[in-house]
């Protein structure tokens, strides 16, 4: 016969065992302006959101954004991305006519912008000025700084991602896998960096996560992606 002590046991096992599974709760350091944020032990001393953009939870994914606008829509293309005029292309279809973020003649008027201004980021737009979009090399310093772990089921709820804990304090930071969006369908997942590629004007930089790794790369800025924002 069972007894309660073996019964507790038991339950506290399955309790050990399912947070093994689904992952820890999100660790939360302070509050600003209305919103959670988490102190990784990062070098630079940088603190995360604990949500997205347009979210009220780290299990929610919160709005999406082309790179460099600060509200959510339904199409993303260069025909509605709003640093184009989309009167001249060249033979792969991408635009020559950017009005912002240009570093090259061929790509429209050179104003050699690469980080976005605070006007244009969907993180200071929507949160205020404490909060701002990350850079690449934020990302990057997030990403080496942390140990990864993908699940299928964060803490019960059935929402997917990557669990990062950091290597310095043990803290932990949730990414749900969002998704991002081309015209209106959704792919992949990732989070927009404020960094524009250095080569491509057309091309922002971005995180990206899988099943199996944590990674940076460029994407075209008409795309959508969810923003995490850090602390200004």
């Not at 509605?80 to 973020?101: A, I, M, R």
């Not at 971005?206 to 795309?223: G, I, K, N, P, Q």
Request: proline share 2%; with cysteine; charged share 20%.
């Amino acid at each position: 016969m069972a007894t309660k002590a073996n019964i507790k046991k038991f339950i506290i096992s399955l309790f050990t065992i399912g947070m093994a599974i689904c992952g820890s709760a999100q660790s939360v350091s302070e509050n600003i302006g209305g919103h959670d944020c988490v102190d990784l032990g990062l070098p630079s001393g940088r603190k995360w959101a604990t949500c997205n953009i347009g979210a009220n939870k780290p299990t929610e994914y919160g709005k999406h954004f082309a790179w460099g606008e600060t509200k959510q829509k339904i199409n993303y293309t260069w025909v509605t991305y709003k640093w184009c005029e989309n009167k001249k292309v060249d033979d792969l279809g991408f635009p020559q006519d950017f009005t912002k973020y240009v570093l090259k003649n061929k790509s429209g008027k050179v104003d050699n912008k690469t980080v976005l201004e605070a006007a244009d980021d969907a993180a200071t737009a929507n949160w205020g000025s404490a909060w701002r979009m990350p850079t690449i090399e934020e990302m990057k310093e997030l990403v080496e700084n942390c140990t990864w772990e993908w699940t299928t089921n964060y803490n019960g709820t059935g929402i997917a991602g990557q669990i990062g804990t950091s290597k310095l304090n043990g803290n932990t930071i949730f990414l749900p896998a969002a998704g991002y969006r081309y015209d209106s369908a959704s792919l992949g997942g990732g989070y927009w960096s404020s960094s524009l590629n250095l080569d491509y004007s057309d091309y922002s930089l971005a995180l990206d996560f899988h099943e199996t790794d944590v990674e940076w790369h460029d994407d075209r800025r008409s795309y959508s992606r969810s923003v995490r924002a850090v602390l200004n």
